[in-house]
T-cell receptor, first 115, second 112 residues
Framework: GAVVSQHPSRVICKSGTSVKIECRSLDFQATTMFWYRQFPKKSLMLMATSNEGSKATYEQGVEKDKFLINHASLTLSTLTVTSAHPEDSSFYIC???????????FGPGTRLTVL | EDKVVQSPLSLVVHEGDTVTLNCSYEVTNFRSLLWYKQEKKAPTFLFMLTSSGIEKKSGRLSSILDKKELFSILNITATQTGDSAVYLCAVGSGGSNYKLTFGKGTLLTVNP
């Protein structure tokens, strides 16, 4: 149980294009999902908290107009990187809050490379 | 600003050794401390600790939290090469705006 999937696992795009990443909780419902970013050999940095049916809460320094988050259902949250640039290249990981308070289960991550 | 510090940053041991990984934290409105193992992809959940002094155990791995001294340790006994990974400590904090703050991780390498 408590499986979280992400799609795609890897994406390469040209500078200026937009990329959508999906995060799904496969066997449970997640009112809250989280989006993280991880640079090589660095830890996970929380970008935003995604709540089903309401606006996402962004961490300080994260541009909400650049990283659009939609949590349309209890099993799906999407992150769209708009007008991507090479500096947006990173490993993006989502997590979903399980039934146990504070427990988070992570998706396998999406490696984004912007050329 | 919430802070989670892990030590050591990296560690190389031989199979069969016992290792202790450390995590100290300073956060506002502490709720829980979580340990994750990260290999090539996303972190996999190991333990969540909320109460001080109670050891959580799973096979060769165990962890304990000291809320007074604001730290936790993760012990791995009889290490195996498959234990090689980055071990991440994360602290959950906040009320309605709950979030996890991660440490930089400890890279453990277990040599045969």
């Amino acid at each position: 149980g408590a499986v979280v999937s992400q799609h795609p696992s890897r994406v390469i795009c040209k500078s200026g294009t937009s990329v959508k990443i999906e995060c799904r909780s496969l066997d449970f419902q997640a009112t809250t999902m989280f989006w993280y970013r991880q640079f090589p050999k660095k830890s996970l940095m929380l970008m935003a908290t995604s709540n089903e049916g309401s606006k996402a809460t962004y961490e300080q320094g994260v541009e909400k107009d650049k990283f659009l988050i939609n949590h349309a259902s209890l099993t799906l949250s999407t992150l769209t990187v708009t007008s991507a640039h090479p500096e947006d290249s990173s490993f993006y990981i989502c997590s979903a809050e399980g039934s146990v308070w504070d427990e988070q289960f992570f998706g396998p991550g999406t490696r984004l490379t912007v050329l | 600003e919430d802070k989670v510090v892990q030590s050591p940053l990296s560690l190389v041991v031989h199979e069969g050794d016992t290792v202790t990984l450390n995590c100290s934290y300073e956060v506002t409105n502490f709720r829980s401390l979580l340990w994750y193992k990260q290999e090539k992809k996303a972190p996999t959940f190991l333990f969540m600790l909320t109460s001080s002094g109670i050891e959580k155990k799973s096979g060769r791995l165990s962890s304990i939290l000291d809320k007074k001294e604001l730290f936790s340790i993760l012990n791995i006994t009889a290490t195996q090469t498959g234990d090689s990974a980055v071990y991440l400590c994360a602290v959950g904090s906040g009320g309605s705006n709950y979030k996890l703050t991660f440490g930089k991780g400890t890279l453990l390498t277990v040599n045969p």
